[in-house]
């Protein structure tokens, strides 16, 4: 049976940054560790300090023996969402809509340039018949 994994993004987990409320990432797991701040031999600041960002070389960097990796398991409540939170998903028939735009537009600036051109041609042409 699949098992439901909750979703949060970095922003999401980033919020919860207090010494009441103190989320951390770790290699792509998201842990509430607000019960623990007073407890971690490497202080409640170093734990603060991390939130918000991705926690992981800080983490491994500290050198974590077997028995903190195997603890940090009871606070894990969810994983890291890959999917990126910029708006950047513009989909293939956006981008031809736009190109049709930007090509419609162009097509109408140099409409008024011919005709402009075309005026311009014709004035002078009457002005040059007048005077002769
Ligand atoms: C769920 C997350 C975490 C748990 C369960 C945890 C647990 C532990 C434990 C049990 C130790 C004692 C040494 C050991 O057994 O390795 C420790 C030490 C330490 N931790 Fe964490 N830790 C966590 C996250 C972090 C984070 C995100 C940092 C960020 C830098 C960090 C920094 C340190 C440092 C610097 C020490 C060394 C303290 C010393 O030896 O003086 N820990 N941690």
Redesign the pocket.
Known sequence: MPTLTKLYNLKEAGEHNTRDDCW?V?DGKV?D?TT?LDE????DD??L??TGRD?TE??N?????????Q??Q???IGELDPTPTTPETETLEEKKTNFTEVLMNMTSQYWVVTVAIVGVSVVAGVLYLRKK
């Open positions: 951390v770790i842990y560790v623990y971690h031999p490497g202080g170093v734990l300090n991390s926690a800080d983490f960097d500290a050198g974590h023996s077997r028995d903190a990796i603890l940090m009871e606070f894990c």
